[in-house]
């Protein structure tokens, strides 16, 4: 809030509208909160809030749900901002824009070790959730995508994980030779 009145005379607090709700398109540039009505405000402190006009007059109960609102905004975009992946990711799209993002097919990864009991040996030594993203993505044919949508988890982390995940089973595969 800003603008705010601590006075045991003043009964009102002022915010200014464009500054707490960014693309705020109203004629009111301020919001008055206070319990007194629109017509004991400007009795009261009609000359405080000439700066101010034009303005509109919300309640405490108001102001308070505006102030909530704004947390709650706050803590969502924050949440968002650590959660979704860096490049957008669309399937199939991101790929095709951004090479390093491609993968090696299981089978291209074990094509010189046909042997399935040592690629399922391989595989039981990777985490688990490794394991499970490599199983449903190569064995039951799931999108990064759809695994992502199962699993609740950004597509991005686990795009990461199926990608790590297949680097150690190559490397566990080099090593059972």
């Known amino acids: 809030m800003t603008g705010t009145k601590v006075a045991a005379t003043v009964e009102y ?5 464009r500054y707490e709700y960014p693309g705020f398109v109203g004629s009111e540039k301020y919001a008055v909160i206070s319990d007194l009505s629109a017509r004991e405000i400007e009795k009261l402190y009609g000359d405080e809030l000439k ?8 309640s405490v109960a108001e102001g308070d749900a505006m102030k909530e609102f704004c947390r709650n905004e706050d803590k969502h975009a924050k949440r968002q901002k650590r959660s979704v992946d860096a490049f957008g990711y669309e399937e199939g799209v991101t790929e095709m824009c951004h090479e390093e993002l491609n993968q090696d097919n299981l089978f291209d990864v074990v094509s010189d070790h046909l042997d399935k009991e040592k690629l399922f ?4 030594k990777l985490p688990n959730v490794q394991k499970r993203r490599i199983e ?3 064995f039951d044919g799931l999108s990064i995508g759809e695994i992502a949508n199962k ?15 297949l680097k150690k089973l190559k490397a566990l595969m080099h090593e059972a030779e």
């Open 121 to 124: 040996a391989a595989m039981s």
């Open 51 to 58: 700066p101010y006009i034009p303005y509109v007059v919300l």
């Open 136 to 138: 449903m993505h190569f």
């Open 13 to 17: 607090s002022v915010i200014d509208l």
């Open 151 to 165: 699993e609740g988890h950004a597509k991005s982390t686990v795009h990461e994980s199926v990608s790590s995940g």
